[in-house]
């Protein structure tokens, strides 16, 4: 028996509750800041989900949380089989957790009536009860953190309209895709669509992206309640000579044009020693500080490139390189 210690707000913990479902790995879902407390004191990273294992230690990170369970549980993987589609879906994993997570956090924090609604909201799933006045009293000191916390992770006014325009480019390319089929690799889901339902499962219930995910992409909105819990699909991977989704073509552009140079400024600024990088997108501007975590994903990615044998590149450069992803992955 597992126990994830999570939030209905926070797009990794419903990633990682969505995976454990889809497995069929018995658990429990806790929530509320009390479990979480005790969760955390277990931990080096105060960041949710925690996982507790049967054998009582205790976990964090998503990634490394369901890739452990990839190996520690038969049947039901959410790793293609063959190497070049796996590690197609370990990039879009990771650019979902690292780049889309921008358009949960800014569509939260930016625009008033959404600092309002969820800040009080978590408060209230945070407290489970306690009377109105403590929860809001906690929510104003919650919403104003998170506020504060906008210029470090790079959810800014003057960040923003590039956030959008590669979350819509997303979302409209699902919106293409879930009315044929719901998955990217096959018939059944790889990790790639439970981290990009993680972070869109949040913009589902903040009003701003809820209401223009209702108007604009209507069967992507639906999609994240399928996702949510997929424990009853049974489905198969594509054959080897089944062509890639286009929504994959789009999501591998989005990569190319913007978390590639991302990571790469990210990585130079980090080297350099400085405490902040900046870089343009399709003529828009970003800037933010620079974080060691990124780093490591661009080193993890490389890492798990490198590794890659000569049948797996034979398959993803090609794709790669016509979406600008091969040479951020060739460090030389």
């Keep these: ?25 018995t658990h429990i879902w806790q929530h509320g800041m009390t479990a979480q407390a005790a969760a955390l004191a277990n931990v080096k990273a105060p960041v949710i989900p925690v996982v507790e294992y049967p054998d009582g230690s205790f976990h964090n990170d998503s ?10 549980h038969t049947g039901r993987h959410i790793v293609p089989p063959r190497s070049g589609p796996a590690f197609l879906a370990h990039l879009i994993e990771d650019f979902a957790d690292e780049w889309l997570t921008k358009a949960m956090f800014g569509y939260r924090w930016l625009a008033e009536v959404d600092q309002i609604q969820m800040s009080r909201w ?5 407290a489970k009860g306690g009377g109105r006045d403590q929860s809001e009293s906690f929510a104003e000191q919650f919403r104003a953190r998170q506020v504060g916390r906008m210029a470090i992770v790079g959810c800014t006014e003057e960040n923003f309209p590039l956030i959008e325009k590669s979350t819509r480019a ?28 993680g972070q869109l499962s949040q913009l589902g219930v903040d009003p701003t992206p809820q209401a223009m995910m209702r108007a604009d992409y209507p069967y992507s909105f639906r999609w994240l309640a399928h996702i ?17 989704a286009p929504v994959i073509s789009v999501i591998l552009g989005q990569i190319g044009r913007i ?18 990088f900046a870089f343009e997108a399709g003529g828009l501007p970003y800037s933010q500080g620079t974080f060691k ?30 979406h600008d992803c091969l040479a951020f992955l060739q460090p030389s």
């Design 122 to 126: 978590l408060a209230f799933d945070a």
């Design 228 to 244: 949510d819990d997929l424990s009853g699909i049974d489905g198969q991977w594509d054959n080897p000579d089944q062509p890639l």
């Design 170 to 197: 997303i979302l409209q390319a699902l919106e293409e895709h879930v009315v044929n089929r719901h998955f990217l690799f096959g018939s059944r889901p790889s990790l790639a669509e439970f981290a990009i339902y």
């Design 1 to 25: 028996m597992y126990t994830i210690y999570g939030a209905l707000g926070s797009p990794y913990s419903m990633k990682l509750r969505a995976v454990m479902r889809y497995r069929r790995i």
């Design 293 to 322: 975590y990124q780093a490591r994903c661009l080193a993890e990615l490389r890492h798990r490139y490198e590794g890659l044998d000569a049948e797996a590149r034979q398959f993803v450069d090609p794709v790669l390189a016509a």
């Design 259 to 276: 978390y590639a140079p991302f990571l790469l400024a990210n990585a130079a600024a980090l080297a350099a020693g400085k405490d902040s």
């Design 63 to 72: 990634t490394p949380v369901v890739l452990d369970l990839e190996d520690k």
